[in-house]
């Protein structure tokens, strides 16, 4: 083998690890704001809603959960393209965005509970749908195949500055 052909498979082996890792990194963030809402919906279970604290430990692994997401996609913007660049960001982004629905979820009343269940369930299919495009235009790269970029860029990189989220 050439040094060439060592340093392609290197790089492609990196890049496989780089969107596995924000994959996963997504997937683990994504569970851990399932477990903050079933506690917080305790409080609802019965008649009377009650005060259920979250303990702070669930909110200490849910931002190293999300410095995680963030970490990765890192990893992902040294390894490229520039497509898949914006993609990891963008589920960074969707991220973001559940994880302030999630926040307000938190301190709702009863009257508005089903608006802000619903503001999170679509943050949380957001970041996941997010997450698949992200994987499937990953693996399309990785096989040498054209992706399918199914979603506008929500970030600005020095690359496309004139996209915005649509």
């Known amino acids: ?6 340093h392609e498979l290197a790089r492609h082996a990196a890049r496989r690890q780089a969107y596995a890792a924000l994959g996963t990194a997504a997937f683990r963030f994504g569970r851990k704001v399932v477990d903050i809402q079933q506690i ?5 279970t019965g008649s009377r809603p009650t005060h259920v604290a979250v303990p ?10 999300l410095d995680e997401v963030a970490h990765t996609a890192i990893s992902v913007q040294l390894h490229g393209p520039v497509e898949l660049v914006d993609m ?3 589920v960074y982004t969707a991220c973001q965005h559940t994880e302030r629905a999630l926040a307000k979820y ?10 802000a269940r619903g503001v999170l369930e679509t943050a949380m299919n ?8 992200f994987l499937s235009n990953g693996r399309a790269h990785l096989e040498g195949k054209p992706m399918s970029l199914q979603i506008k860029p929500a970030l600005r990189t020095a690359n496309n500055g004139d996209r915005t989220q649509g």
């Open 126 to 133: 957001e970041a996941s749908r997010a997450r698949g495009i």
């Open 88 to 90: 990891a960001w963008d």
């Open 56 to 65: 702070t430990e669930e909110y200490a692994a849910l931002d190293a959960c």
């Open 106 to 115: 938190g301190v709702v009343s009863k009257s508005s509970l089903e608006e």
């Open 1 to 6: 083998m050439t040094s060439d052909s060592n």
């Open 40 to 44: 917080m919906d305790k409080r609802w």
